[in-house]
């Protein structure tokens, strides 16, 4: 990450072209797909705003102009508990059979 913050060519060249692929696999899940948003999570996200930017430019050259504009790719804002948040989820969905997700307002753990 490093190597490619700080421009080395080698690194430089082989993240964007990962960024590239990424942005061709991302545009043809919007093809077809069509969804509002897309999250970018784990590893890539040490990268910054660079590679994400290249991962943008790449959707928009290989998705048609009405459709990559209707669409928000970002890194997600969760981190690295995203998993965690997520097994937690599903723990809580089988165990407690729960129709709603919002288990604030039916479930409240007391301390005795």
Do not use: C, W
């Not at 990450?1 to 080395?8: H, P, T, V």
């Not at 290989?62 to 970002?74: A, C, G, K, S, Y």
């Not at 997600?76 to 969905?93: A, Q, R």
């Amino acid at each position: 990450y490093e190597l490619y913050k700080q421009g080395n060519a080698i690194v430089v060249k082989n993240i964007d072209k990962n960024a590239e692929y990424l942005g061709i696999g991302i545009s043809n899940a919007i093809k077809i797909f069509s969804p509002e948003i897309i999250i970018i999570q784990g590893e890539f996200i040490k990268f910054g705003e660079k590679y994400l930017d290249k991962v943008k430019d790449s959707v928009a050259k290989n998705t048609f102009p009405m459709v990559h504009e209707v669409h928000d790719i970002q890194f997600s804002k969760l981190g690295e508990n995203v998993g965690l948040i997520g097994v937690t989820y599903i723990v809580f969905d089988r165990v407690f059979n729960l129709d709603n997700p919002d288990i604030s307002d039916h479930y409240i753990l007391k301390r005795e």
